[in-house]
């Protein structure tokens, strides 16, 4: 059971929240340096996991074909740098990944919310995904998700918005 902190949720069409974090290899990648393209921006709670090391495999394998329709696929978790970069090579990832250690983009996405497991409530990440337009404007979104199929669910909703 999930519990988002931030009642007013993102929705499709709003500006999406800008940022600026540091990649796996310590550079800083900013929403705006991005812009133009499309951008599928994933949230996920922590690197070397099964479901989140599923979604980066699902999305690497797929990326020619987002890479062919211009769409750039970034995902964010609250892992450091060095997590990022030995999780992109133990896995041959070719998406890029950033830091967000003090959640503070997973709580302007709306993203960052109370979790239970295993009869133990903590705060995380809420696994989401948003496709946002080459102006910056949200154009899908996806909550809550389930790993399974989700990087092909992602790609068929960006080439059916491109239409």
Not at 98 to 125: R, S, T
Request: with cysteine.
């Amino acid at each position: 059971m999930f519990e988002l902190i931030m009642s007013n949720l993102l929705e499709i069409g709003q500006n999406t929240p800008s940022f600026a974090l540091n990649n796996q290899k310590g550079e800083r990648i900013k929403l705006e340096d991005i812009l133009g393209k499309w951008l599928v921006l994933y949230f996920y709670p922590k690197d070397n996991t099964p479901g989140c090391t599923t979604e980066a495999q699902d999305f690497t394998t797929l990326n020619p074909e987002f890479e062919k329709i211009g769409a750039k696929i970034i995902g964010i978790s609250p892992d450091s740098e060095k997590s990022h970069y030995k999780f992109i090579d133990k896995y041959n990832l070719s998406i890029e990944l950033l830091c967000d250690p003090d959640h503070k983009v997973a709580e302007a996405y709306g993203v960052w919310g109370l979790k239970k497991f295993m009869g133990k409530d903590y705060m995380g990440i809420i696994r989401s995904t948003f496709i946002i337009n080459q102006q910056g404007n949200i154009a899908y979104i996806w909550r809550n998700i389930r790993v399974k199929n989700h990087a092909e669910k992602v790609l068929n909703k960006l080439q059916e918005l491109q239409i």
